[in-house]
């Protein structure tokens, strides 16, 4: 299971007719330590939830033939429950352009995984994130795996509980909360072929 916090501050927001689709993108130094992440949230029509998921699960390796993919979960619990999150690796903005060139020219693709799945969608988002200094991205020793790692929902809780009685955590927040735009809360259950776990 994965616990996901994520705090949100939009630097661009486009939108089409359907699915929508939002973007933010990496502005200031950070935007030249060459690798990100990119975070794809997509909202899955309530009823084709399992058809998406098995249309992704049968084509998945059209897209990973082009691009490495981290992790791959769906949705247990916090707000919309019909969606799907996944995050992509590139080593910088020039080989995130080679792929998507990749893929727009890549015909099996556009018809076994990204046409089918447009159709059971509503929206997409997509965010460029960096690794912050002190962070690796590794596997954890279970297979169990959080952006911030707990046993399980209730471990989740009380390490919360825990860490709002600690004089150096509360600190730490009271500095950064004016920074803070809105923030979410998900448990993520990872698909089977998923990397991380």
């Not at 089409?16 to 990119?38: H, I, K, N």
């Not at 997409?124 to 795996?145: A, D, F, M, N």
Request: proline share 5%.
């Amino acid at each position: 299971m994965l616990a996901l916090g994520k705090s949100l501050t939009k630097a661009l927001a486009a939108r089409t007719l359907a699915p929508q689709v939002c973007s933010s993108f990496a502005t200031g130094p950070r935007q030249y330590d060459g690798t990100f992440y990119e975070f794809r949230t997509y909202c899955v029509k309530p009823s084709k939830m399992n058809e998406f998921l098995e249309n992704v699960k049968k084509n998945i390796h059209l897209q990973t033939a082009h691009s490495e993919l981290v992790g791959f979960w769906s949705v247990e619990c916090g707000g919309r429950i019909d969606k799907v999150f996944h995050i992509w690796k590139y080593d910088n903005f020039a080989h995130q352009t080679e792929v998507r060139k990749a893929l727009a020219n890549d015909k099996e693709w556009r018809e076994q995984l990204l046409i089918p799945i447009l159709g059971l969608t509503d929206k997409q988002e997509s965010e460029i994130t960096y690794l912050v200094p002190w962070c690796k991205l590794e596997k954890p020793p279970k297979e169990v795996h959080v952006l911030w790692w707990n046993e399980s929902e209730d471990s989740r809780a009380a390490g919360r509980h825990q860490s709002h009685e600690d004089p150096r955590v509360v600190a730490a927040v009271r500095e950064s909360v004016n920074y803070l735009v809105s923030q979410q809360n998900m448990l993520l259950i990872p698909t089977s072929y998923s990397p991380l776990k």
